[in-house]
């Protein structure tokens, strides 16, 4: 039972373009999102996070999109650059679930030179 | 700051061995949380800690995995007997508590090969 969802294993994009990963999620009792962002070797750091009362929220180079009635999340990086390159995780939790984050698969972004 | 602590980085045992991995969290956070990730997935809660009490070990393969986090701080994770698919990295994180709203910080994790 895959209540976080990230579709897209892998992406590859252009030093200074848009970097879109895609999130879905099945469970609408979730009620904050969080994406993470994992080097080689290292743990998962925390990147940026958005509550379902919002549909935005922008951080410098990264904005988080929340459509709740579609269930859908995404994480766009403008511009990208290739110190982004990572495996990025999407996470949710509910307020209701003891804070308990459920993790996406991931999906490795490379960001080209 | 420093961040979580986590030992050995490394470990490679037979099935059926025993292992034992530590975590030391964040000074003064309340909440500590082991993960499991299996190549090519997100980690997976295994159990969450309140200071030293369980909150959460419903995914925990409790005929094999067992945790203890005795005087609220420190943690180990122990696997006894361990099979194939236990082969992941573990990884602990923490929290100042365990509200929803709150960011966990991960530790580098351990990454256990099973043979």
């Known amino acids: 039972d895959q209540q976080v969802k990230q579709n897209s294993p892998s992406l590859s994009v252009q030093e200074g373009r848009i970097s879109i990963l895609n999130c879905d999620y099945t469970?609408?009792?979730?009620?904050?999102f969080l994406w993470y962002k994992k080097y080689p070797a290292e743990g998962p750091t925390f990147l940026i996070s958005?509550?379902?009362?919002?549909d935005k929220n922008e951080d410098g180079r990264f904005t988080v999109f929340l459509n709740k009635s579609a269930k859908h999340l995404s994480l766009h990086i403008v511009p990208s650059q290739p110190g982004d390159s990572a495996v990025y995780f999407c996470a949710a939790s509910a307020a209701s679930n003891t804070g308990k984050l459920i993790f996406g698969q991931g999906t490795t972004l490379q960001v080209k030179p | 700051e420093a961040g979580v602590a986590q030992s050995p980085r490394y470990k490679i045992i037979e099935k059926r061995q025993s292992v034992a991995f530590w975590c030391n969290p964040i000074?003064?956070?309340?909440?500590l949380y082991w993960y499991q990730q299996i190549l090519g997935q997100g980690p997976k809660l295994l159990i969450q800690f309140q200071n030293n009490g369980v909150v959460d070990d419903s995914q925990l393969p409790k005929d094999r995995f067992s945790a203890e986090r005795l005087k609220g701080v420190d943690s180990t994770l122990k696997i006894q007997p361990a099979k194939l698919e236990d082969s992941a990295v573990y990884l602990c994180?923490?929290?100042?508590?365990?509200?929803?709203?709150?960011?966990?910080?991960f530790g580098p994790g351990t990454r256990l090969t099973v043979l």
């Open positions: 958005i509550s379902s009362i919002k």
């Open positions: 000074s003064g956070h309340a909440t």
């Open positions: 469970n609408s009792m979730f009620d904050y």
């Open positions: 994180a923490s929290s100042p508590d365990r509200a929803v709203y709150n960011e966990q910080f």
